[in-house]
């Protein structure tokens, strides 16, 4: 019996190990060995170069940037889009009723394609758009796209106006967790609406308010399609992200041995960044007791 249950157990779990077979283990030690030759992508043969991509890689300038622009975005999007999650969750978390049609109406954005929200915001920044005539009017003149700061900080709206939704849903879930009638001793107590907040609402929401946190750093790691359509990874490398950096590499100057190389590259630093937050805000809820 237990070996028929193991059977079936397998029958079930197989479509998902096949799934990641094919399309993560697979490719990935695909990748590791292109990184080790010099194939453009092209040509049916190639050479092996042992480790000159990945010195290449480590003494590039965009490589460089790349790694440092993501640490950038993260200042920008996650304190921002963190900010905007917990306003609509608590605003919403507060409504007598119709919380599900508000939520759903704040998580559309995310099912939106970065394709056309982008081309919309580049639209609205363009030279001719309205904002930007009645800005010159003004004698004020930006070049949002074209400005290295102003850049990031377009593309960290972007984002952060399309993931506000997805972890304001998050978050009003462990809202919706915390027993009122903690609330309700709170108020006898005399404890102000901040003092609630801080000291009763943050730390019994720590779980939720540590799973967008960390999916939010994550999202830095993986910015393509907004810099790819409004920026090309400029001006001057100062939104070029890894994943940019790999796309040029690989499909602009088809060094896909090169490419390869940053991939991996661009994964340790992922996995290394990533870690290491995690046991930044485990220790932070630990500090607090929160955990």
């Given at each position: 019996?237990?070996?028929?249950?193991?059977?079936?157990?397998?029958?079930?779990?197989?479509?998902?190990?096949?799934?990641?077979?094919?399309?993560?283990?697979?490719?990935?030690l695909w990748s590791f060995y292109l990184s080790f030759?010099?194939?453009?992508?092209?040509?049916?043969?190639?050479?092996?170069?042992?480790?000159?991509?990945?010195?290449?890689?480590?003494?590039?300038?965009?490589?460089?940037?790349?790694?440092?622009?993501?640490?950038?975005f993260m200042m920008i999007f996650v304190p921002l889009v963190t900010a905007m999650a917990m306003a609509v969750a608590v605003i919403v978390h507060s409504l007598p009723r119709l919380k599900s049609l508000f939520l759903i109406g704040f998580f559309l954005p995310y099912l939106s394609s970065g394709v056309v929200s982008s081309l919309i915001v580049k639209g609205i920044l363009s030279y001719t758009s309205p904002l930007n005539t009645s800005l010159r009017k003004l004698g004020i003149q930006v070049d949002w796209l074209g400005t290295p700061i102003a850049a990031?900080?377009?593309?960290?709206?972007?984002?952060?106006?399309?993931?506000?939704?997805?972890y304001a849903l998050i978050l009003t879930s462990g809202l919706s967790s915390i027993d009122n009638e903690i609330y309700e001793a709170a108020a006898i107590d005399g404890v102000s609406d901040r003092q609630r907040f801080w000291r009763?609402?943050?730390?019994?929401?720590?779980?939720?308010?540590?799973?967008?946190?960390?999916?939010?750093?994550?999202?830095?790691?993986?910015?393509?399609?907004?810099?790819?359509?409004?920026?090309?990874?400029?001006?001057?490398?100062?939104?070029n992200t890894w994943q940019m950096e790999i796309f040029n590499q690989a499909f602009r100057n088809l060094k896909a041995g090169y490419a390869?190389?940053?991939?991996?590259?661009?994964?340790?630093?992922?996995?290394?960044?990533?870690?290491?937050?995690?046991?930044?805000?485990?220790?932070?809820?630990?500090?607090?007791?929160?955990i």
């Amino acid at each position: 019996m237990e070996k028929n249950n193991n059977r079936l157990g397998w029958l079930f779990t197989s479509p998902y190990l096949i799934y990641s077979v094919l399309f993560f283990f697979g490719p990935l030690l695909w990748s590791f060995y292109l990184s080790f030759t010099d194939w453009d992508l092209i040509a049916p043969s190639y050479n092996f170069v042992g480790f000159s991509n990945f010195a290449d890689a480590l003494s590039s300038k965009a490589v460089h940037a790349a790694f440092w622009v993501t640490y950038k975005f993260m200042m920008i999007f996650v304190p921002l889009v963190t900010a905007m999650a917990m306003a609509v969750a608590v605003i919403v978390h507060s409504l007598p009723r119709l919380k599900s049609l508000f939520l759903i109406g704040f998580f559309l954005p995310y099912l939106s394609s970065g394709v056309v929200s982008s081309l919309i915001v580049k639209g609205i920044l363009s030279y001719t758009s309205p904002l930007n005539t009645s800005l010159r009017k003004l004698g004020i003149q930006v070049d949002w796209l074209g400005t290295p700061i102003a850049a990031l900080f377009v593309v960290g709206l972007i984002l952060a106006w399309k993931f506000t939704g997805y972890y304001a849903l998050i978050l009003t879930s462990g809202l919706s967790s915390i027993d009122n009638e903690i609330y309700e001793a709170a108020a006898i107590d005399g404890v102000s609406d901040r003092q609630r907040f801080w000291r009763i609402t943050l730390p019994l929401l720590y779980p939720a308010l540590y799973t967008t946190l960390i999916l939010s750093f994550g999202v830095t790691f993986s910015i393509f399609t907004e810099v790819y359509q409004l920026t090309g990874g400029g001006p001057n490398f100062a939104t070029n992200t890894w994943q940019m950096e790999i796309f040029n590499q690989a499909f602009r100057n088809l060094k896909a041995g090169y490419a390869s190389a940053v991939a991996l590259l661009a994964s340790v630093a992922t996995f290394v960044s990533i870690f290491g937050i995690r046991k930044l805000l485990e220790m932070w809820g630990k500090r607090n007791g929160w955990i």
